[in-house]
């Protein structure tokens, strides 16, 4: 009965029943083993991260025991479950716009249908050598005004994440290039072979400066240039920034233009940073469980996948999960290492990319690099206390009525598409930022001042406010060779 059954996702905690665990179970659990039927034993839900997580959407967390009788045999077979829940986030205008930017479905393919393609894939042609690993797709649905999607929580695996305040070393890095290197390799060969947007053209995000690069100008105005005229001593760094600001902020809006790419196409993760990579943890020398020496790693948070320039994935993983000094000492050795892994790859895949050298790599890095260094700032402001205390998923009452979860609903269709104009996401942007900027001026907190300020010195080192070189021969992260 419970197979057949149409049941509404849940929307929050409360909305959580055993009949719809149970129901969720079964679908699962009949995707391998036709006529199979789940009996719950225990159930305990409990809310999956704390506030400052900086998770878009609300994470539950499902522990179950439960029998599983599959035809054909006489005894049922006792499972555990540990799951992760995602809803969609809270506050319904939110949500809605993640709706109308496809970010939903955009997660939800990746776990059921997309990485799996991928897999096989590659698996036919390497032997397996270069798979993508993503937690265990359970359920789904993403219909309407309904979201949710359900996974293996990979932290019962023993698996757990950087701490996102401290930077990955040299080997972590690697080990996200590597998983990056396979993800655009794999969908740059799958592509020539299948046409990737004619089977998924949701992926192809129309408004991608919306998405990627509006606050840019508050950014540079109301946080970089203020900032650096508070500090003594820099009076001349400070006069270059206010003269390359047409040329930077020019070169960040252009980034993402039809025609302007030099390298492939491929699918971007789009969010790669410490919290959305899940590293298998090992015993250290101490005999301390530590992901710093992991050899194993999971991607998770697929809501910002899209199909885009490669090195744009680069600079979101390197600027908010490695320091300057990393970048400064070892950035020839990681991209060199990502170069690597790509060509390896589409070779193998039987679709070798051509005209396409580490040199010609890196001068399409250095066209991002005016992107690559605002996104840099904008990233490191999310680590600040005062983004800590910023709710991203506020709880909400879940008790509405129907009619008025009706017209909430109605309301967010309607003022959603409104606040993804420039002028409305410029403006929120401009006054999220505020008390962030107030921290940074205080100097209350001198650990986030100096990320701040580190990223702006390596551009400056790097040449990407000498205004009078052209694009391709400035750099946010490293000298033109």
């Given at each position: 009965l419970f197979r057949y059954r149409i049941m509404k996702a849940p929307t929050r905690r409360n909305e959580i029943t055993k009949d719809w665990v149970h129901f969720m179970l079964n679908e699962y659990e009949n995707r391998t083993n036709n006529g199979a039927k789940v009996t719950i034993k225990s159930l305990d839900i409990s809310k999956a991260t704390k506030p400052g997580d900086g998770y878009s959407g609300d994470l539950m967390k499902l522990d179950i025991t439960a029998a599983v009788h599959c035809d054909g045999e006489k005894n049922p077979e006792d499972k555990e479950y540990n799951l992760i829940v995602k809803l969609a986030n809270p506050n319904q205008v939110i949500s809605m716009m993640q709706t109308v930017m496809g970010q939903n479905i955009?997660?939800?393919?990746?776990?059921?249908?997309?990485?799996?393609?991928?897999?096989?894939?590659?698996?036919?042609?390497?032997?397996?050598?270069?798979?993508?690993?993503?937690?265990?797709?359970?359920?789904?649905?993403?219909?309407?005004?309904?979201?949710?999607?359900?996974?293996?929580?990979?932290?019962?695996?023993?698996?757990?994440?950087?701490?996102?305040?401290?930077?990955?070393?040299?080997?972590?890095?690697?080990?996200?290039l590597e998983q990056l290197a396979r993800l655009h390799a794999i969908s740059y060969a799958y592509d020539k072979k299948y046409g990737f947007l004619?089977?998924?053209?949701?992926?192809?995000?129309?408004?991608?400066?919306?998405?990627?690069?509006?606050?840019?100008?508050?950014?540079?105005?109301?946080?970089?240039?203020?900032?650096?005229?508070?500090?003594?001593?820099?009076?001349?760094?400070?006069?270059?920034?206010?003269?390359?600001?047409?040329?930077?902020?020019k070169d960040a809006d252009e980034a993402f233009e039809e025609g302007s790419f030099l390298n492939i196409m491929c699918l971007m993760h789009g969010d790669t940073w410490n919290n959305n990579i899940i590293f298998k943890q090992k015993l250290d020398k101490e005999g301390e469980k530590s992901v710093k020496n992991s050899d194993d790693l999971v991607l998770i948070d697929w809501q910002l996948t899209h199909w885009n320039t490669s090195v744009a994935d680069l600079y979101y993983f390197l600027f908010s999960s490695t320091t300057p000094e990393i970048r400064k000492d070892h950035l020839e050795e990681l991209l060199q290492y990502y170069h690597y892994i790509f060509i390896d790859a589409t070779t193998k895949l039987s679709s070798p990319v051509p005209f396409w050298t580490y040199k010609q790599f890196k001068q399409e890095y250095n066209r991002l690099a005016s992107y690559g260094f605002l996104k840099g700032i904008m990233f490191t402001l999310m680590l600040s206390d005062a983004a800590q205390e910023f709710k991203f998923a506020p709880e909400g009452s879940g008790d509405d009525n129907f009619i008025t979860k009706k017209i909430k609903t109605g309301l967010s269709k309607l003022i959603a598409p409104m606040l993804m104009k420039p002028f409305a996401m410029e403006a929120y942007t401009k006054k999220m930022i505020q008390p962030m900027k107030k921290e940074l001026l205080s100097g209350k907190t001198p650990t986030f001042s100096q990320r701040i300020l580190s990223i702006v010195l390596e551009a400056e080192e790097n040449g990407l406010f000498d205004v009078e070189l052209p694009s391709n021969q400035r750099s946010g992260t490293f000298k033109c060779i």
């Open positions: 955009r997660e939800l393919t990746a776990y059921s249908e997309l990485i799996t393609d991928f897999n096989k894939f590659q698996s036919e042609r390497t032997n397996n050598e270069l798979q993508i690993r993503i937690p265990e797709y359970i359920y789904g649905k993403c219909a309407d005004d309904e979201f949710v999607l359900v996974m293996q929580n990979m932290k019962s695996c023993d698996f757990d994440t950087n701490n996102k305040i401290e930077p990955m070393n040299i080997h972590q890095a690697k080990m996200v004619k089977k998924f053209p949701f992926y192809k995000v129309d408004n991608i400066k919306t998405m990627f690069n509006i606050g840019f100008k508050s950014l540079y105005d109301d946080l970089i240039i203020e900032y650096i005229g508070t500090l003594s001593g820099r009076e001349t760094l400070l006069k270059k920034i206010k003269a390359a600001k047409s040329t930077v902020l």
